[in-house]
């Protein structure tokens, strides 16, 4: 049905709608980026234009740590998940083996379990493995920075595994087929054919991956040490002391970081289908 076959009443309820569910989905964050430039104390009321919340953001210290420690889970965070998450997709896809199957649906058990049962689960691991460890090696391991990037590593590789396994399925296996005919060995296939080909649904999964782990509050407070605290965690206790203009200047940042990282994963999704059709023309 074309846009012109639609009768004026229809076409202005449609309109209405879309601009109600636009302001639904937005106006929370327009409002929270207004007042964050908000002379007033109180977050919720306007005092004149300034960018003082800003500046104590940047002088403060604590605040710098907390996004130092983000930066380096999700970095670190990521580059496993998306080899793992990629590994995985392959195997999946390209290769037929016993537990299949089993492996599959485990694989996507983290997308569908709420986050406090994975942080729950993740905390009672690392309580048992730590305890022995310290029984048979005698090292008192706690947590902190690498029990932060183990839990974000494995609910993000299920993440991972579905975008990378969306761009497999889409491509022609005959082309590593080719590139076996002409005595390529598996991993010459793959680095010449079949990771090129990929590469965007990869760098797609790692750019959700990270966004993930940047915004990640309820895992990473449960497995979080002495000096890991990460920024959402941060900002979570910051509210449960009493609400600060400050809050609101962290969040328009953390709110930027999360937009652009999901821009970019979205761009890489359209330039990969637009080079799909292409190729297919």
């Keep these: 049905m074309s846009g012109r076959s639609i009768a004026p009443t229809t076409r202005w309820l449609l309109r209405s709608n879309s601009a109600l569910v636009i302001a639904f989905l937005y106006a929370p964050i327009i409002l929270l980026a207004v007042y964050s430039f908000s002379g007033s104390r109180i977050p919720g009321e306007w005092g004149g234009f300034t960018t003082e919340w800003y500046a104590r953001l940047f002088d403060d210290s604590r605040i710098q740590k907390t996004i130092g420690v983000s930066v380096r889970v999700a970095l670190v965070s990521t580059v496993i998940a998306t080899v793992l998450g990629t590994m995985s997709a392959l195997a999946l896809e390209r290769f037929k083996f016993r537990g299949r199957r089993v492996f599959d649906a485990l694989l996507y058990l983290p997308i569908i379990i709420p986050d406090v049962t994975m942080a729950v689960m993740m905390l ?67 680095r010449y054919v079949t990771l090129p080909l990929i590469a965007p649904g990869v760098l797609g999964g790692a750019l959700l991956a990270i966004t993930l782990s940047l915004d990640d509050v309820v895992v990473t407070q449960f497995v979080a040490g002495p000096g890991s605290t990460t920024l959402p965690v941060y900002v979570f206790s910051l509210i449960r002391k009493g609400v600060t203009p ?16 999901v821009a970019g994963s979205v761009a890489l999704q359209r330039a990969q289908a637009v080079r799909g059709r292409t190729n297919s023309e």
């Design 124 to 190: 009672m691991f690392f309580t048992q493995a730590f305890d022995l460890v310290d029984l048979l090696f005698g090292l008192g391991l706690s947590k902190g920075f690498a029990t932060i990037v183990v839990s974000h590593v494995a609910f993000n590789i299920a993440f991972v595994s579905v975008v990378v396994r969306a761009r497999i399925a889409g491509m022609d296996a005959t082309l590593e087929q080719a590139a076996a005919d002409l005595y390529a060995n598996r991993w010459q296939a793959f």
């Design 246 to 261: 400050t809050i609101n200047a962290v969040s328009v940042i953390m709110l930027l970081a999360s937009l652009t990282l």
